[in-house]
C-alpha cells in the first residue's frame, strides 16, 4: 500500500524530476563503463579522435560535454512539457506553462462553493467564481416550464435542461465559444424553432447515457467544466404561486406573465426529495451562494425543496444571500431589499444567510420600468449583515458583472474566515470595494 502511495501520480513534480536525473546519471554511467571497454579494445578511426575532443584536456572536454548534455535535457523537456501542457491551454490564450499549472494547483486547493438559484443570475455568479476555485456546485432549478425547456419537459417527460445549460457553459474551460454555442437558438426549421443546441445536446446525452444525472456529468466532462451542475431535485415540480388577491397561479411561466403581487410559493409535489449529491455538496461546502437571479422563479424554488432547505440550516458554511441590483418585472416590482429578504422569508423560513450582498453604484439610470435595490437597514433583522458593493455591470446595469461580484464574495469570505494571509497576492485582485454596513 505505501508503494502505491509513493507511486501515486499527484505527487509533487520535483520529486519525479529528481528520480528523472537521477536515472540519466545512471544511464550515462553504463554507457561511460562501455566505452572505456570500447576504448581498450577496439581501434576506432581517426575521426572519432576529433568528434570526441580528445585534442583537449579531460577537464575541459568534460565540462563541455556535461554542459552541452544538460542543454539538450532542458530543451526537451521544455518542449516536451509545451506539448503535454498545450492541451490544457484555451485556444487564443497565451498563458505560459508556469501559469496553468499554477492556477491548476491553486484552483484544486480553493474552497467548496456552492451556489443555489437558476436563469442568467447563477450563470453569471459562475463564470466568476470559477477564477477562484475548482471546488464548485451549482445547484439548479428544475421548475422552468417555459420556451425551449418546457417544450422538451413536456414531450419528452425530461427535467428542464435550460438553467443546467447555462451553468455547464458559465463553467465551461471553453467558454466563450461554448456559449455561443449551447445559447444558439434555431429560428426555423420543423420541430426545431425556439430550441437551443445546448438543450438538445442534453437531452441527447440523456438518451445515450441513459438518465439526466448522467447526461449532466458527461457533458461537463466533456466541455472541461471547472466544478459539477447537479439539480435540486429530480421530481417532475411544478411552482405554485398564491397571489395577494387569492388567485393560485401553476407555472413558473404563468406567475411571471400573471403581473400580480406574490404572497407565497410552493411546490407541486409538496414531497418533492432533495438529490442526495445536492445534499451531500452543501453539508461539504465552506460558502454556500444564494442567488443572484429572480426571486421567486430561480432562488426560491430550490429553498422549496424541504431536503435543500434542511441541508442549508444544518451547514456550517458561510451563507450569502446575493440581491439583485434592479427589480424584475412581473416579479419584484417595487421590492426593495428588504422586500426580498422578507419574502425570502416568509416562504423559506428566517436563519438560511448570514449575509446580504446589496449593490451601492447607482451612477446611471435603470431602463423605463426597472428599478435600483434600495437598502432599507433599519428594517432588515439584526443578524443580517449587510456587504455592500459595486458588483453592477456597467454595460447592462440590470445584471451583476461577474468578476467584481465573485471578488466582492471571495473577499468576503476570507476576511470572515480569517485565512486571508494564505492567500497570494495576486489571487484578490483590487477590481471591486466591500464594506460592511
Known sequence: MNALKWLYPGMHIKRWLVLLMLGIVIVSLGFAYVLREAYIYYTFP??????????????????????????????????????????????????????????????????????LG??????????????????????????????????????????????????????????????????????????????????????????????????????SRV??????????????????AMMDDEAVIAGESSITESHKSIRSMYLEPRDAQAYPEAIRAILEADLIILGPGSLFTSVLPNLLVDGIQKAVRSSKAMKMYVCNVATQKGETDGFSVADHVASLERNAGPGLYDYVVVNNNFSALLPEGYASQVVSAEVLPERVKIIMADVVDEDNRLRHDPKKLAHTLMRVYYERAQIRQHVEPDVLPNTATAAEN
Not at 223 to 240: E, I, K, M, Y
Open 46 to 115: 581517426d575521426f572519432v579522435y576529433y568528434a570526441t575532443l580528445q585534442f583537449l584536456p579531460r577537464p575541459l572536454r568534460g565540462a563541455l560535454f556535461v554542459a552541452g548534455g544538460a542543454g539538450m535535457i532542458v530543451l526537451a523537456l521544455i518542449r516536451l512539457n509545451w506539448s503535454l501542457i498545450s492541451a490544457f491551454i484555451p485556444p487564443g490564450h497565451d498563458n505560459n506553462i508556469v501559469d496553468v499549472i499554477y492556477q491548476h494547483r491553486h484552483l484544486r486547493r480553493g474552497p467548496k462553493v456552492v451556489a
Open 223 to 240: 466541455l472541461a467544466v471547472r466544478g459539477q451542475v447537479l439539480p435540486s431535485t429530480l421530481d417532475n415540480v411544478t411552482l405554485v
Open 118 to 219: 437558476g436563469g442568467t443570475g447563477l450563470s453569471t455568479l459562475l463564470r466568476g467564481l470559477k477564477d477562484y476555485t475548482g471546488n464548485l456546485t451549482a445547484i439548479v432549478t428544475v421548475a422552468d416550464d417555459g420556451g425551449s425547456s418546457g417544450r422538451l419537459r413536456r414531450e419528452l417527460g425530461i427535467l428542464p435542461p435550460g438553467d443546467i445549460r447555462n451553468c455547464i457553459a458559465a463553467l465551461a474551460d471553453v467558454e466563450p465559444l461554448m456559449t455561443k454555442l449551447f445559447q444558439y437558438r434555431f429560428n426555423g426549421g420543423t420541430g426545431l424553432d425556439g430550441h437551443s443546441f445546448g438543450n438538445l445536446f442534453i437531452v441527447a446525452m440523456s438518451g445515450v447515457t441513459g438518465n439526466i444525472e448522467s447526461a449532466i456529468r458527461e457533458s
